[in-house]
């Protein structure tokens, strides 16, 4: 009995001695944010049309989470983004028609990114929600909204370097997974038909936090 108290007391003793040790090896989280300005160019993959023709901008903002003692982090954003497609005239085959579809979404994307020094690449998923849908034909525009669905999931993702201690340079490519065509059914026939958003993005920005923000600073975020 008198062995098991002693083994007890030194237990506590150790704790205690330790305890404020490990206290000083365990390092905060960080947080950091700041602001982007840019445009999307977008196309809708199914649609009939190919290449990333119709122009739109992006407007978010942005908070990265992350050990200072470690190159990686978590960025959460919420965004506004314009994207649709558009059809060019092709006099070449005799077609002068041309049409706009615009859809607009606010985006909540989550990503993983790492740290190269002044660079920054990350990767992840996104979950949209539809605020408009149009077709423009002729310079009339239409409601289409009863043909897409009110969400779209998708992956992107993205690249930049600081370009002095708070502004960089953003790159982006997003798509989605699933189609947004309310017709076509969750998988759209098995993946072979959807209709899907793809997005090209440009962007410069602005960490409050610094170029050694993302390790760490602090600050606030707002993209487009």
Not at 22 to 50: I, K, M, R, W, Y
Not at 92 to 100: K, L, S
Not at 113 to 132: E, H, M, P, S, T
Not at 160 to 169: G, K, L, N
Request: proline share 3%; aromatic share 10%.
């Amino acid at each position: 009995m008198h062995s098991g108290v002693s083994i007890l007391r030194l237990g506590l003793v150790a704790v205690l001695y330790c305890g404020p040790i490990s206290a000083q090896e365990v390092t905060p989280l960080s947080f950091s944010g700041g602001v982007l300005c840019g445009f999307s160019a977008t196309q809708v993959h199914g649609d009939a049309t190919a290449g990333f023709n119709k122009l739109g901008l992006d407007a978010g903002v942005f908070l990265d989470v992350r050990d200072p003692g470690d190159y990686g982090g978590v960025r959460i954003e919420m965004r506004y983004i314009q994207k649709g497609s558009r059809k060019p005239h092709n006099p070449d085959a005799g077609d002068y028609t041309t049409w706009t579809r615009k859809l607009d979404y606010v985006e909540l994307p989550v990503m993983i990114d790492v740290n190269l020094g002044r660079y920054q690449v990350g990767a992840g998923l996104y979950g949209g929600w539809l605020l408009r849908a149009e077709k423009i034909d002729s310079g009339v525009a239409f409601d289409v909204r009863d043909e897409f669905r009110s969400w779209d999931i998708g992956g992107l993702w993205y690249g930049r370097t600081h370009i002095s201690d708070h502004a960089f340079v953003q790159m982006r490519m997003s798509g989605s997974i699933l189609s947004i065509r309310d017709t076509d059914g969750i998988l759209g026939g098995l993946f072979r038909q959807r209709m899907r958003n793809i997005v090209a993005q440009l962007g410069l920005g602005w960490d409050f936090g610094g170029s050694d923000g993302s390790r760490g600073g602090g600050g606030a975020a707002f993209s487009l």
